[in-house]
């Protein structure tokens, strides 16, 4: 939301020197972000939304972080000063922020049976397991 924010009130002020595929970018990165902030709100679909933030996020932080160093002098300095560590925070940020969703991901998969529908069970004798009390 910072990225949005930012770059569109740089944008109103005029003082936007960015590339128009980096606002592109951030819309598309906020509009992925709001589908799957609503996905998360339905129980059987919080797996999905999970993934849908993990590219968002990574939409986000990727690209933001070059709207952001269009629009702010501070990152801006950062970036120009030092090249190879604005690039290592970004693609640090990127990573983690896809690793922490699909995190989020994998803890609300449902399971196999509950995910694609519950089938029958088979009641074949040689399929189940044999106890011990029950071979006597």
């Not at 972080?65 to 604005?86: D, W």
């Amino acid at each position: 939301m910072l990225i949005v924010v930012r770059t569109s009130a740089s944008m109103a002020s005029g003082d936007w020197a960015g590339a128009w595929d980096l606002v592109a970018a951030g819309v598309v990165g906020l509009a992925m972000a709001l589908l799957g902030a609503v996905l998360t709100a339905i129980p059987r679909l919080r797996w999905l939304g999970a993934l849908w933030l993990a590219a968002a996020s990574y939409v986000l932080i990727r690209f933001g972080m070059y709207t952001l160093i269009a629009s702010s002098v501070t990152l801006g300095e950062f970036y120009i000063s030092s090249l190879s560590q604005a690039i290592l925070v970004n693609r640090s940020l990127a990573a983690a922020g896809v690793l922490f969703f699909v995190a989020m991901a994998a803890w609300w998969l449902p399971a196999a049976r509950s995910l694609w529908g519950s089938k029958g069970r088979r009641s074949d004798a040689a399929t189940e397991p044999v106890t011990e009390g029950a071979a006597a």
